[in-house]
């Protein structure tokens, strides 16, 4: 089983909807990130959270929203979906603590395309 | 802020030869890692190898090695013995004491047969 999942793989959704992206993690790590990846630009930090009543916002937060529900689930959310937020969506986690090496593990994204 | 650049959006390599992928950044921070991700067309991001900063020897893993200059803020990727498998985008990572990752925008890996 994955350590990291991401639900749902694919979503076609239309401007002004809104939708939910979902991460989970079995890694017990306590950090977890959004990035956005677009052609050309690589992948953007979106929103992070460091435990479960920390939330904190990345380079292009403004769009997005998150929610933290539990350490091992970290949700993305675009209130009102826009054509420019279609992009590939990652999550991603790492463990606490100055001695670790701190890797982030990534799940295997998701594709929006907002029509 | 910091800031990765990765000067080469595209590189090509024949099977069995050696290729070496540039990547510099700019910090005011003395203690940092450094990391190569690899993303194949399945879209995974897969660590490749990674460099703590207060070390001076350089990183490897297997056919991959970096190349690190802290002075000049340089950090290089070189794979020795291209294989098809390797064919993939590169992106060389910053990641900063606070714990943030600052990406490069990528480099296309081909290998020629």
């Known amino acids: 089983d994955a350590d990291v999942t991401q639900t749902p793989r694919n979503r076609i959704t239309k401007t002004g909807k809104r939708i939910m992206l979902e991460c989970s993690q079995t890694k017990g790590h306590d950090r977890m990130y959004w990035y956005r990846q677009d052609p050309g630009l690589g992948l953007r930090l979106i929103y992070y959270s460091f435990d479960v009543k920390d939330i904190n916002k990345g380079e292009i937060s403004d769009g997005y929203s998150v929610s933290r529900q539990a350490q091992a689930k970290f949700s993305l959310s675009l209130e009102s979906a826009i054509p420019n937020q279609t992009a590939l969506y990652f999550c991603?986690?790492?463990?606490?603590?100055?001695?670790?090496?701190?890797?982030?593990?990534f799940g295997p994204g998701t594709r929006l395309t907002v029509l | 802020a910091q800031t990765v650049t990765q000067s080469q959006p595209e590189m090509s390599v024949q099977e069995a030869e050696t290729v070496t992928l540039s990547c510099t950044y700019d910090t005011s921070e003395s203690d940092y890692y450094l990391f190569w991700y690899k993303q194949p067309p399945s879209r995974q991001m897969i660590l490749v190898i990674r460099?703590?900063?207060?070390?001076?020897q350089n990183a490897t893993e297997n056919r991959f090695s970096v190349n690190f200059q802290k002075a000049a803020k340089s950090f290089s990727l070189k794979i020795s013995d291209s294989q098809l498998g390797d064919a993939a985008m590169y992106f060389c990572?910053?990641?900063?004491?606070?714990?943030?990752?600052?990406f490069g925008t990528g480099t296309r890996l081909t290998i020629i047969p």
């Open positions: 460099q703590e900063a207060y070390k001076q």
């Open positions: 991603a986690t790492s463990p606490s603590g100055r001695d670790n090496d701190n890797e982030q593990f």
């Open positions: 990572a910053y990641r900063s004491p606070l714990e943030k990752l600052t």
